[in-house]
């Protein structure tokens, strides 16, 4: 890509302009495919349990979010690894229950938004177009020149681009800023911001979960919790996971009007990397504190099969939605290949 596309400041063009740059559209299908190859040897060891998902066309998706990545497509420009996403915020009603209906604000039609995910040292270029009705914009946390910082304004119809390079390694977040910016975060305006460090981290089977709270007649007070999406689905829809086998899961609190929540797994422990950004870890509990906006790497293995809840110890946040199981299975394929053996 030229040069005079690398942004000096936030310029915003409309999805035609970005059409004629051919910047926007057929060139993303091959989202993940380079980085699997790449990676397919360092996770030939993990085995990920079989999902049966129904199909529907809400903008909440919690179980193909749980370990759905996008890697973006790669580039090569100047001698170094680019890679771009695309993402484009619109309006969608989502059903928290058979009673409840909410309008939020999406990013590529889901919230949460799609869980972006690069390497250090890698440079990111975002391609942001807004339908979303209103002023928004894409606030990265990580290390980035000012001018990308997402505070400006992005217009309805209209798009920007945000560049800067990947750092530092560690498990960050991206939403909007625009103010009130409680009020477009909790209305669904967020995602979680993945940069792995440029030694892989062990093989493990890597899961996520997004905290957040919906706040559905405008007292500044939420009324229901979800992890990815939507309330007690994970209780209705327990995650499989196999025995005995690491399990890396990334866990965001976005949950806006509650200053803090916690997180508790049932009958383990789990090691902490705080925020992501180290190798070892910082302590093992099976209970964390997690103030918005806040989120680290947890790791574990269970040891027995059976269902494990997992949710906030404040009560009023789990009965009202924040609350889900594991469910640790055998994996019998192995479990063949040693009576074989």
């Known amino acids: 890509?030229?040069?005079n596309f690398v942004l000096g400041k936030e310029q915003l063009f409309s999805r035609?302009?970005?059409l004629k740059l051919g910047i926007w559209g057929a060139g993303f299908a091959g989202t993940a495919a380079l980085w699997h190859?790449?990676?397919a040897h360092s996770k030939s060891i993990v085995k990920v349990p079989p999902?049966?998902?129904a199909a529907t066309n809400q903008a909440v998706k919690p179980m193909q979010m749980l370990r759905n990545f996008d890697y973006g497509v790669v580039k090569q420009e100047n001698g170094r690894t680019v890679r771009e996403f695309q993402l484009t915020a619109g309006t969608s009603v989502i059903q928290l229950n058979s009673a409840v209906s909410y309008n939020v604000w999406d990013l590529n039609g889901r919230i949460p938004g799609p869980t972006l995910r690069a390497k250090?040292?890698?440079?990111?270029?975002?391609?942001?177009?807004?339908n979303a009705g209103h002023s928004h914009s894409l606030h990265f946390h990580g290390v980035h020149p000012a001018e990308m910082d997402g505070i400006r304004p992005v217009s309805n119809g209209s798009a920007t681009?945000?560049?800067?390079?990947?750092?530092p390694y560690g498990v960050h977040l991206y939403h909007c800023h625009i103010e009130p910016v409680t009020?477009?975060?909790a209305k669904g305006l967020y995602g979680m911001f993945i940069i792995d460090p440029p030694t892989p981290r062990p093989p493990a089977d890597e899961i996520v979960l997004v905290m957040a709270g919906y706040d559905v007649n405008d007292d500044s007070h939420n009324e229901y919790y979800a992890f990815n999406g939507l309330p007690h689905y994970f209780m209705d829809n327990p995650i499989p996971i196999y025995q005995n086998q690491l399990v890396r899961l990334y866990v965001l609190n976005i949950i806006e009007y509650d200053t803090a929540v916690t997180f508790h797994l049932h009958a383990n422990f789990f090691d902490v990397y705080r925020s992501g950004m180290t190798m070892t870890p910082t302590e093992k509990t099976d209970v964390i504190t997690m103030g918005i906006a806040e989120?680290?790497?947890?790791?574990?293995a269970f040891r027995y099969p059976g269902k494990y809840m997992f949710h906030p110890h404040q009560d009023a946040i789990a009965e009202n939605g924040c609350m889900g199981q594991f469910e640790v299975i055998t994996d019998k394929s192995s479990q063949t290949q040693l009576k074989n053996s």
Not at 122 to 127: D, G, S, T
Not at 295 to 300: A, K, N, P, V
């Open 16 to 18: 035609r302009q970005l």
């Open 51 to 53: 999902l049966e998902i």
């Open 1 to 3: 890509m030229p040069n």
């Open 37 to 39: 190859t790449l990676n």
């Open 183 to 185: 009020r477009h975060i």
């Open 161 to 167: 681009i945000y560049e800067f390079d990947a750092e």
């Open 120 to 130: 250090q040292g890698e440079h990111v270029r975002i391609l942001f177009l807004n």
């Open 295 to 300: 989120r680290h790497i947890l790791e574990f």
